[in-house]
């Protein structure tokens, strides 16, 4: 069975860039202690012939035909853009080059 102490969930915290003072370190680690105790009873389940699972539901993409279309043309597209640049949506820069 897995523990864990004050140490511990501020070692996690740090790695979380988390700050806990001393009276919620003690509290997580309280709550963290029992998370784990109750996911320790886990291994008391005989899982011998239970076959391994990534998702308890089958899961399927529901996706429909590709219909290709025509696009709406350019220049009524972008006679909405308050300002259009050579054919294409103005944007502010992002990042800078310089």
Do not use: W
């Amino acid at each position: 069975m897995a523990t864990i102490d004050t140490d511990g969930v501020s070692h996690v915290a740090n790695l979380a860039r988390l700050e806990f003072n001393d009276t919620e370190t003690q509290e997580f680690t309280e709550t963290l202690a029992r998370i784990l105790d109750y996911i320790g009873k886990l291994d008391e389940l005989d899982t011998e012939n239970v076959e391994p699972t990534s998702h308890i539901h089958p899961l399927q993409n529901i996706t429909k035909a590709d219909v290709v279309k025509p696009s709406l043309p350019r220049d009524e597209v972008l006679s909405n853009a308050p300002e259009p640049e050579e054919g294409f949506f103005g944007v502010p820069r992002v990042i800078d080059t310089d």
